[in-house]
């Protein structure tokens, strides 16, 4: 059963454009939604991260959309660059005692 | 240790062979995890430690694989007697403790197994 629902796999994004990525949940305990950004050749890194109790979190470029009657959560890079091509992974966990859990991860490519 | 330090950082072994692959946190973390990223399969939770607590090994495969972490500092993931399957990128990640939602889980930079 997978418990965080990730999509797209892929996605190509003009420079300047907007990158979206969504995830959905199953798991209504899970109050705690980070995004993780992978280089290749390197381990995952937080990227930005939300809690069930605000719908939106802006960091720079970077927002969270958060939305618990659909669970569902959402990554919008605005200003898409060339540096931002990186693979995304979203995540949850419930506070307490559970490790993350992962999507599968999309890979983000943003072109000239 | 300024970040996580895993080694081996590539590692390839015979088929049936078993095979360490050892994490060093992050110091003053407590709590310890292990994952295994299989391309296009995102990150699978395999293990995690956290203080003096047993350990929660729900996420192993199978008994081929096991974890210590030895005075609740380094930790080595052991497989034994690998298999093709097997073949995939080991991450740790450390924080500084669990049961805190929203605590950052720093990851190391991984151990590449290929099993031929």
């Known amino acids: 059963q997978q418990q965080v629902k990730q999509s797209p796999q892929s996605l190509i994004v003009q420079k300047g454009g907007i990158s979206i990525i969504n995830c959905a949940y199953e798991?209504?305990?899970?109050?705690?939604f980070p995004w993780y950004q992978q280089f290749p050749g390197k381990g995952p890194a937080l990227l930005i991260a939300?809690?069930?109790?605000?719908s939106e979190k802006k960091e720079g470029r970077f927002t969270i959309s958060f939305n618990k009657s659909a669970k569902q959560f959402s990554l919008h890079i605005m200003d898409s660059q060339p540096g931002d091509s990186a693979t995304y992974f979203c995540?949850?966990?419930?506070?307490?005692?559970?490790?993350?859990?992962f999507g599968k991860g999309t890979r983000l490519s943003v072109i000239a | 240790g300024a970040g996580v330090s895993q080694s081996p950082s590539n590692k390839v072994t015979e088929k049936g062979k078993d095979v360490e692959l050892r994490c060093d946190p992050i110091s003053g973390h407590t709590a310890l995890y292990w994952y295994r990223q299989s391309l296009g399969q995102g990150l699978e939770f395999l293990i995690y430690f956290q203080g003096n607590s047993a350990p929660d090994k729900s996420g192993l495969p199978s008994d081929r694989f096991s974890a210590e972490r030895t005075g609740g500092s380094v930790s080595t993931l052991t497989i034994q007697r690998t298999q093709q399957e097997d073949s995939a990128v080991y991450l740790c990640?450390?924080?500084?403790?669990?049961?805190?939602?929203?605590?950052?889980?720093?990851f190391g930079e991984g151990s590449w197994l290929t099993v031929v």
């Open positions: 939300i809690r069930p109790d605000v």
């Open positions: 798991n209504t305990a899970f109050d705690y």
């Open positions: 995540a949850a966990s419930i506070s307490g005692n559970t490790p993350l859990v």
């Open positions: 990640a450390s924080s500084l403790r669990t049961g805190i939602s929203g605590n950052t889980i720093y």
